[in-house]
Protein backbone atom coordinates (compact mmCIF):
# COMPACT_ATOMS: atom_id res chain seq x y z
CA UNK A 1 0.00 0.00 0.00
CA UNK A 2 2.70 2.30 1.22
CA UNK A 3 4.93 1.65 -1.73
CA UNK A 4 2.81 2.53 -4.78
CA UNK A 5 1.64 5.49 -3.18
CA UNK A 6 4.71 6.75 -2.14
CA UNK A 7 5.99 6.19 -5.79
CA UNK A 8 2.58 8.16 -7.48
CA UNK A 9 3.37 11.15 -5.19
CA UNK A 10 7.46 10.96 -6.44
CA UNK A 11 6.46 11.05 -9.96
CA UNK A 12 4.36 14.04 -9.58
CA UNK A 13 6.40 17.22 -10.90
CA UNK A 14 7.55 18.94 -7.84
CA UNK A 15 6.32 21.99 -9.38
CA UNK A 16 2.52 21.11 -8.16
CA UNK A 17 3.17 21.25 -4.91
CA UNK A 18 4.93 23.84 -5.16
CA UNK A 19 2.55 25.93 -7.44
CA UNK A 20 -0.07 25.50 -4.29
CA UNK A 21 2.20 26.60 -1.77
CA UNK A 22 2.44 30.03 -3.57
CA UNK A 23 -0.81 30.23 -3.87
CA UNK A 24 -0.90 30.48 -0.05
CA UNK A 25 -2.44 26.89 0.50
CA UNK A 26 -1.20 24.62 3.20
CA UNK A 27 0.55 21.70 3.44
CA UNK A 28 -2.54 19.58 3.61
CA UNK A 29 -4.62 21.46 1.68
CA UNK A 30 -2.05 20.76 -0.99
CA UNK A 31 -2.28 17.36 0.00
CA UNK A 32 -5.33 16.38 -0.15
CA UNK A 33 -6.49 18.67 -3.26
CA UNK A 34 -3.33 18.41 -5.88
CA UNK A 35 -1.28 15.86 -4.60
CA UNK A 36 -3.94 12.58 -3.72
CA UNK A 37 -6.00 13.10 -6.45
CA UNK A 38 -3.07 13.64 -9.19
CA UNK A 39 -2.05 9.72 -8.17
CA UNK A 40 -5.38 8.49 -7.95
CA UNK A 41 -4.05 5.36 -9.94
CA UNK A 42 -1.30 4.77 -7.74
CA UNK A 43 -3.90 5.01 -4.79
CA UNK A 44 -5.39 2.31 -6.50
CA UNK A 45 -3.07 0.25 -7.30
CA UNK A 46 -2.09 0.16 -3.63
CA UNK A 47 -5.46 -0.40 -2.24
CA UNK A 48 -5.68 -3.34 -4.44
CA UNK A 49 -2.63 -4.95 -4.17
CA UNK A 50 -2.64 -4.76 -0.75
CA UNK A 51 -6.55 -6.88 -0.42
CA UNK A 52 -4.54 -9.11 -3.38
CA UNK A 53 -2.11 -9.84 -0.97
CA UNK A 54 -4.12 -10.47 2.42
CA UNK A 55 -6.64 -12.62 -0.09
CA UNK A 56 -3.81 -15.13 -0.65
CA UNK A 57 -1.59 -14.75 2.49
CA UNK A 58 -0.69 -17.69 4.19
CA UNK A 59 1.99 -18.09 6.31
CA UNK A 60 1.54 -15.91 8.78
CA UNK A 61 -2.09 -17.26 9.09
CA UNK A 62 -1.35 -20.28 9.28
CA UNK A 63 1.53 -19.77 12.26
CA UNK A 64 -0.87 -17.50 14.69
CA UNK A 65 -4.36 -17.37 12.79
CA UNK A 66 -6.88 -20.08 13.83
CA UNK A 67 -8.45 -22.01 11.16
CA UNK A 68 -12.05 -22.34 12.11
CA UNK A 69 -14.19 -22.84 8.98
CA UNK A 70 -16.69 -20.21 7.95
CA UNK A 71 -15.05 -18.23 10.27
CA UNK A 72 -11.48 -17.65 10.05
CA UNK A 73 -10.25 -19.82 7.08
CA UNK A 74 -8.90 -18.36 4.07
CA UNK A 75 -8.84 -19.59 0.99
CA UNK A 76 -5.10 -20.80 0.94
CA UNK A 77 -5.16 -22.54 3.79
CA UNK A 78 -8.18 -24.26 2.48
CA UNK A 79 -6.36 -25.63 -0.11
CA UNK A 80 -3.17 -26.58 1.99
CA UNK A 81 -5.88 -28.71 4.20
CA UNK A 82 -7.56 -29.95 1.36
CA UNK A 83 -4.13 -31.30 -0.50
CA UNK A 84 -2.90 -32.53 3.21
CA UNK A 85 -6.12 -34.44 3.41
CA UNK A 86 -5.16 -35.76 -0.43
CA UNK A 87 -8.68 -34.29 -1.08
CA UNK A 88 -6.90 -32.72 -4.67
CA UNK A 89 -10.14 -32.62 -6.42
CA UNK A 90 -11.25 -30.05 -3.79
CA UNK A 91 -8.24 -27.96 -3.11
CA UNK A 92 -7.89 -27.09 -7.32
CA UNK A 93 -11.35 -26.01 -7.24
CA UNK A 94 -10.28 -23.87 -4.64
CA UNK A 95 -7.73 -22.74 -6.29
CA UNK A 96 -9.52 -22.13 -9.30
CA UNK A 97 -11.87 -19.74 -7.40
CA UNK A 98 -8.71 -17.94 -5.75
CA UNK A 99 -7.18 -17.72 -9.38
CA UNK A 100 -10.53 -16.63 -10.89
CA UNK A 101 -10.87 -13.74 -8.11
CA UNK A 102 -7.26 -12.19 -8.12
CA UNK A 103 -7.87 -12.51 -11.97
CA UNK A 104 -10.75 -10.40 -12.21
CA UNK A 105 -10.00 -8.21 -9.62
CA UNK A 106 -6.29 -7.12 -11.37
CA UNK A 107 -8.11 -7.08 -14.83
CA UNK A 108 -9.96 -4.37 -13.33
CA UNK A 109 -7.38 -2.16 -11.98
CA UNK A 110 -5.93 -2.32 -15.31
CA UNK A 111 -8.48 -1.27 -17.12
CA UNK A 112 -9.23 1.34 -14.60
CA UNK A 113 -5.64 2.76 -14.67
CA UNK A 114 -5.52 2.21 -18.38
CA UNK A 115 -8.43 5.16 -18.78
CA UNK A 116 -10.47 1.85 -20.93
CA UNK A 117 -13.45 2.35 -18.97
CA UNK A 118 -13.90 5.77 -19.24
CA UNK A 119 -13.43 5.86 -22.72
CA UNK A 120 -15.88 3.05 -22.95
CA UNK A 121 -18.58 4.80 -20.81
CA UNK A 122 -18.31 7.84 -22.85
CA UNK B 1 10.62 48.29 -4.01
CA UNK B 2 12.03 45.38 -3.53
CA UNK B 3 15.46 45.47 -2.28
CA UNK B 4 18.02 41.81 -2.39
CA UNK B 5 20.73 40.97 -1.14
CA UNK B 6 21.35 37.47 -0.79
CA UNK B 7 24.17 35.12 -1.12
CA UNK B 8 23.50 31.13 -1.94
CA UNK B 9 26.01 27.92 -2.54
CA UNK B 10 24.56 26.29 -5.51
CA UNK B 11 25.38 23.25 -7.21
CA UNK B 12 25.38 23.87 -10.90
CA UNK B 13 26.85 21.59 -13.32
CA UNK B 14 30.39 23.14 -13.95
CA UNK B 15 30.93 22.60 -10.24
CA UNK B 16 29.91 24.85 -7.43
CA UNK B 17 28.98 28.63 -7.40
CA UNK B 18 27.88 30.91 -5.20
CA UNK B 19 24.71 32.99 -6.15
CA UNK B 20 25.65 36.26 -5.52
CA UNK B 21 23.00 39.15 -5.56
CA UNK B 22 22.52 42.57 -5.06
CA UNK B 23 19.59 44.98 -6.40
CA UNK B 24 17.28 46.61 -6.58
CA UNK B 25 13.61 46.68 -8.41
CA UNK B 26 11.15 49.52 -8.72
CA UNK B 27 7.50 48.91 -7.78
CA UNK B 28 5.34 48.55 -10.79
CA UNK B 29 8.41 47.67 -13.23
CA UNK B 30 8.92 44.90 -15.20
CA UNK B 31 12.31 43.20 -14.45
CA UNK B 32 13.88 40.66 -16.40
CA UNK B 33 16.47 38.16 -15.72
CA UNK B 34 18.79 37.22 -18.44
CA UNK B 35 21.87 35.22 -18.74
CA UNK B 36 23.17 31.49 -19.72
CA UNK B 37 21.55 28.31 -18.67
CA UNK B 38 22.91 27.25 -14.75
CA UNK B 39 23.98 30.97 -14.17
CA UNK B 40 21.02 31.12 -11.16
CA UNK B 41 17.83 32.48 -12.93
CA UNK B 42 15.80 30.25 -11.80
CA UNK B 43 17.04 29.99 -8.35
CA UNK B 44 16.57 33.60 -7.96
CA UNK B 45 13.29 33.17 -8.81
CA UNK B 46 12.80 30.48 -6.67
CA UNK B 47 14.39 32.46 -3.73
CA UNK B 48 11.82 35.23 -4.09
CA UNK B 49 8.93 33.28 -3.73
CA UNK B 50 10.46 31.34 -0.43
CA UNK B 51 10.62 28.03 -2.27
CA UNK B 52 14.56 28.02 -1.27
CA UNK B 53 15.97 29.54 1.51
CA UNK B 54 19.30 31.82 0.52
CA UNK B 55 22.49 31.06 3.16
CA UNK B 56 22.71 34.70 3.89
CA UNK B 57 21.22 38.08 3.06
CA UNK B 58 18.02 39.88 3.19
CA UNK B 59 14.55 40.42 1.15
CA UNK B 60 12.72 43.08 1.77
CA UNK B 61 9.50 43.80 -0.26
CA UNK B 62 7.67 47.47 0.38
CA UNK B 63 9.54 47.33 3.93
CA UNK B 64 8.34 43.89 4.76
CA UNK B 65 10.94 41.92 5.63
CA UNK B 66 10.54 38.69 3.37
CA UNK B 67 14.28 37.09 4.41
CA UNK B 68 16.64 37.65 6.86
CA UNK B 69 18.71 36.45 9.59
CA UNK B 70 16.46 35.93 11.84
CA UNK B 71 13.02 35.72 9.66
CA UNK B 72 11.74 33.48 7.06
CA UNK B 73 8.26 34.36 5.44
CA UNK B 74 7.61 30.90 4.11
CA UNK B 75 5.63 31.05 -0.13
CA UNK B 76 2.14 30.73 1.70
CA UNK B 77 2.43 34.34 3.14
CA UNK B 78 4.09 36.03 0.40
CA UNK B 79 1.91 37.56 -2.02
CA UNK B 80 3.21 36.22 -5.41
CA UNK B 81 1.89 34.72 -8.24
CA UNK B 82 4.20 31.92 -9.78
CA UNK B 83 4.02 30.96 -13.25
CA UNK B 84 5.98 27.73 -13.71
CA UNK B 85 8.02 26.55 -16.93
CA UNK B 86 6.28 23.47 -17.08
CA UNK B 87 3.01 25.21 -16.24
CA UNK B 88 1.67 23.56 -13.18
CA UNK B 89 -1.92 23.44 -13.83
CA UNK B 90 -3.39 21.20 -11.31
CA UNK B 91 -4.32 17.88 -13.84
CA UNK B 92 -7.37 16.93 -11.75
CA UNK B 93 -8.98 20.29 -11.71
CA UNK B 94 -10.66 22.06 -14.64
CA UNK B 95 -9.42 25.54 -16.28
CA UNK B 96 -12.12 27.21 -13.84
CA UNK B 97 -11.01 25.06 -10.63
CA UNK B 98 -7.28 25.49 -11.38
CA UNK B 99 -8.47 29.32 -11.11
CA UNK B 100 -10.94 29.75 -8.15
CA UNK B 101 -8.31 27.22 -6.70
CA UNK B 102 -6.24 29.92 -6.54
CA UNK B 103 -8.65 32.62 -5.94
CA UNK B 104 -9.46 34.25 -2.59
CA UNK B 105 -12.92 32.19 -1.02
CA UNK B 106 -14.33 35.55 -0.12
CA UNK B 107 -13.39 37.66 -3.46
CA UNK B 108 -15.69 39.14 -5.60
CA UNK B 109 -16.96 36.93 -8.16
CA UNK B 110 -16.80 39.58 -11.07
CA UNK B 111 -12.66 39.59 -10.75
CA UNK B 112 -12.47 36.53 -11.72
CA UNK B 113 -15.19 36.67 -14.43
CA UNK B 114 -13.20 39.36 -15.28
CA UNK B 115 -9.66 37.66 -15.27
CA UNK B 116 -11.50 35.13 -17.21
CA UNK B 117 -12.50 37.95 -20.10
CA UNK B 118 -8.88 39.37 -20.16
CA UNK B 119 -6.97 35.95 -21.04
CA UNK B 120 -9.47 35.36 -22.95
CA UNK B 121 -10.38 32.04 -21.78
CA UNK B 122 -14.06 32.14 -21.67
CA UNK B 123 -14.07 28.57 -24.05
CA UNK B 124 -12.07 26.48 -21.78
CA UNK B 125 -13.48 27.14 -18.40
CA UNK B 126 -14.63 23.22 -18.44
CA UNK B 127 -12.14 21.91 -20.24
CA UNK B 128 -9.44 19.50 -18.13
CA UNK B 129 -5.25 20.91 -18.87
CA UNK B 130 -4.60 17.88 -20.73
CA UNK B 131 -7.32 18.96 -23.27
CA UNK B 132 -5.98 21.83 -24.09
CA UNK B 133 -2.84 23.23 -26.14
CA UNK B 134 0.57 24.73 -25.17
CA UNK B 135 -0.54 28.63 -25.24
CA UNK B 136 -3.91 28.01 -23.89
CA UNK B 137 -1.95 26.24 -21.03
CA UNK B 138 0.14 29.19 -20.29
CA UNK B 139 -2.51 31.80 -20.78
CA UNK B 140 -4.46 29.67 -17.99
CA UNK B 141 -1.16 29.73 -15.83
CA UNK B 142 -0.61 33.13 -16.35
CA UNK B 143 -4.02 33.82 -15.46
CA UNK B 144 -4.10 31.41 -12.35
CA UNK B 145 -0.96 33.09 -11.09
CA UNK B 146 -3.12 36.78 -10.97
CA UNK B 147 -6.35 35.27 -9.80
CA UNK B 148 -4.24 34.93 -5.93
CA UNK B 149 -4.03 39.12 -6.56
CA UNK B 150 0.08 39.14 -5.97
CA UNK B 151 1.74 41.80 -5.12
CA UNK B 152 4.66 40.32 -7.56
CA UNK B 153 4.89 38.32 -10.73
CA UNK B 154 7.52 35.62 -11.10
CA UNK B 155 7.29 34.22 -14.48
CA UNK B 156 10.03 31.34 -15.39
CA UNK B 157 10.64 31.12 -18.57
CA UNK B 158 6.86 31.32 -19.46
CA UNK B 159 6.95 31.94 -23.21
CA UNK B 160 10.10 29.70 -24.29
CA UNK B 161 7.85 26.77 -25.53
CA UNK B 162 5.75 28.36 -28.06
CA UNK B 163 5.51 29.10 -31.24
CA UNK B 164 6.22 32.65 -32.60
CA UNK B 165 2.63 34.25 -32.86
CA UNK B 166 1.21 33.15 -29.86
CA UNK B 167 4.21 34.13 -28.05
CA UNK B 168 3.52 37.54 -29.22
CA UNK B 169 0.29 37.46 -28.12
CA UNK B 170 0.97 36.42 -24.87
CA UNK B 171 3.82 39.00 -24.83
CA UNK B 172 0.84 41.69 -24.98
CA UNK B 173 -0.52 40.04 -22.49
CA UNK B 174 2.21 40.82 -20.20
CA UNK B 175 2.44 44.19 -21.14
CA UNK B 176 -1.31 44.53 -20.20
CA UNK B 177 -1.13 42.58 -17.39
CA UNK B 178 2.32 45.02 -16.15
CA UNK B 179 0.04 48.17 -17.29
CA UNK B 180 -3.09 47.56 -16.20
CA UNK B 181 -2.74 45.88 -12.65
CA UNK B 182 0.50 47.68 -12.06
CA UNK B 183 2.11 44.18 -10.72
CA UNK B 184 5.98 44.19 -10.32
CA UNK B 185 6.85 41.54 -12.47
CA UNK B 186 10.38 39.52 -12.57
CA UNK B 187 10.89 36.84 -15.48
CA UNK B 188 13.08 34.93 -16.84
CA UNK B 189 13.86 35.23 -21.24
CA UNK B 190 16.46 34.50 -23.69
CA UNK B 191 14.76 35.83 -26.69
CA UNK B 192 16.71 39.18 -26.73
CA UNK B 193 13.33 40.50 -28.70
CA UNK B 194 11.30 39.74 -26.12
CA UNK B 195 13.63 41.60 -23.72
CA UNK B 196 13.14 44.77 -25.43
CA UNK B 197 9.74 44.65 -25.94
CA UNK B 198 8.81 44.06 -22.04
CA UNK B 199 11.22 44.90 -19.72
CA UNK B 200 11.74 47.98 -18.33
CA UNK B 201 14.95 46.56 -16.28
CA UNK B 202 17.53 43.40 -17.21
CA UNK B 203 19.29 42.04 -15.14
CA UNK B 204 22.43 39.80 -16.25
CA UNK B 205 23.94 36.86 -14.13
CA UNK B 206 26.70 34.75 -15.12
CA UNK B 207 28.12 32.26 -13.30
CA UNK B 208 25.52 33.11 -9.90
CA UNK B 209 27.33 37.19 -10.23
CA UNK B 210 24.98 40.04 -11.49
CA UNK B 211 27.41 41.27 -14.20
CA UNK B 212 25.67 44.04 -15.32
CA UNK B 213 21.65 45.57 -15.01
CA UNK B 214 20.45 48.49 -16.40
CA UNK B 215 17.51 49.73 -19.29
CA UNK B 216 17.47 46.91 -22.17
CA UNK B 217 18.66 49.18 -24.93
CA UNK B 218 21.43 50.34 -23.03
CA UNK B 219 22.66 46.90 -22.48
CA UNK B 220 22.42 45.28 -25.23
CA UNK B 221 23.48 47.83 -27.98
CA UNK B 222 26.09 50.14 -28.34
CA UNK B 223 25.49 53.83 -27.67
CA UNK B 224 26.67 55.00 -30.66
CA UNK B 225 24.88 52.73 -32.94
CA UNK B 226 22.73 54.28 -35.25
CA UNK B 227 20.65 53.07 -37.48
CA UNK B 228 17.03 52.69 -39.89
CA UNK B 229 15.77 49.68 -38.54
CA UNK B 230 17.35 47.09 -35.54
CA UNK B 231 16.73 43.45 -35.08
CA UNK B 232 18.23 41.22 -33.12
CA UNK B 233 19.20 37.77 -33.90
CA UNK B 234 20.92 34.54 -34.33
CA UNK B 235 24.16 34.17 -36.67
CA UNK B 236 22.99 30.56 -37.71
CA UNK B 237 25.40 30.03 -40.69
CA UNK B 238 28.41 31.65 -41.74
CA UNK B 239 30.21 31.29 -45.48
CA UNK B 240 32.95 32.15 -46.98
CA UNK B 241 32.96 32.95 -50.53
CA UNK B 242 36.05 34.31 -51.95
CA UNK B 243 37.54 37.50 -50.12
CA UNK B 244 33.68 38.14 -48.42
CA UNK B 245 31.99 36.24 -45.45
CA UNK B 246 28.35 35.85 -45.93
CA UNK B 247 26.20 35.48 -42.64
CA UNK B 248 22.93 34.27 -42.14
CA UNK B 249 21.16 35.26 -38.99
CA UNK B 250 18.30 34.33 -37.64
CA UNK B 251 15.43 37.18 -36.41
CA UNK B 252 12.29 35.79 -34.79
CA UNK B 253 11.24 33.31 -37.66
CA UNK B 254 12.99 34.30 -41.03
CA UNK B 255 16.17 34.72 -41.88
CA UNK B 256 18.70 37.40 -43.30
CA UNK B 257 21.76 37.33 -45.20
CA UNK B 258 24.39 39.84 -44.44
CA UNK B 259 27.58 40.49 -46.05
CA UNK B 260 30.48 40.89 -43.81
CA UNK B 261 34.90 41.51 -44.02
CA UNK B 262 37.28 40.20 -42.61
CA UNK B 263 38.09 42.42 -39.97
CA UNK B 264 33.76 42.18 -38.97
CA UNK B 265 34.13 38.32 -38.67
CA UNK B 266 37.26 38.17 -35.85
CA UNK B 267 34.51 39.02 -33.21
CA UNK B 268 31.34 37.06 -34.74
CA UNK B 269 31.55 33.50 -34.66
CA UNK B 270 28.07 30.77 -34.92
CA UNK B 271 25.47 30.85 -32.47
CA UNK B 272 26.48 34.58 -31.43
CA UNK B 273 23.40 36.92 -30.32
CA UNK B 274 23.62 40.08 -33.06
CA UNK B 275 21.47 42.73 -33.87
CA UNK B 276 21.48 44.07 -37.70
CA UNK B 277 21.41 47.34 -37.86
CA UNK B 278 20.12 49.00 -41.83
CA UNK B 279 21.19 52.50 -42.31
CA UNK B 280 20.88 53.82 -45.69
CA UNK B 281 23.27 51.22 -47.50
CA UNK B 282 23.67 47.61 -46.75
CA UNK B 283 22.88 46.26 -43.29
CA UNK B 284 25.82 45.76 -40.67
CA UNK B 285 25.43 43.33 -37.62
CA UNK B 286 27.11 43.97 -34.27
CA UNK B 287 27.72 41.56 -31.47
CA UNK B 288 25.35 41.78 -28.54
CA UNK B 289 27.14 42.22 -25.24
Given amino acids: MVHPIQAGLASLPASLSEASLVMGKSKWTTLFYVLLPNCKASILTGIVLAFAHTVGEFGVVLMIGGNIPGSTRVASIAIYDEVEAMNYGSANFYALILFVITFIILLFVYLINGGYLKRYWK | ?289
Avoid at chain 2, 81 to 89: K, M, S, T
Avoid at chain 2, 146 to 162: F, H, Q, R, T
Avoid at chain 2, 176 to 188: A, G, Q, R
Avoid at chain 2, 193 to 209: F, T
Wanted: glycine residues 8%; positive net charge.
Fill in chain 2, 1 to 289: MIEIQIQKKLKSASGEMTLNLDCEIKKGSLVTLYGPSGSGKTTTLRILAGLIKPDEGAIVFDGITWYNKNTFLSPQKRKIGFVFQDYALFPNMTIMENLKFAFDKNGNPNELANLVDMMELGKLVDRKPSEISGGQQQRVALARALAGKPELLVLDEPLSALDFKIRVKLQDYIIKIDKELKITTVLVSHDLGEIMKLSDQVLMLEEGKLVRQGKPEELFFNQNMSGKFKFTGEIIELKKQGFIYIATVLIQENTVKVVLTESDIKEIKLGDKVVVVSKAFNPMIYKVK
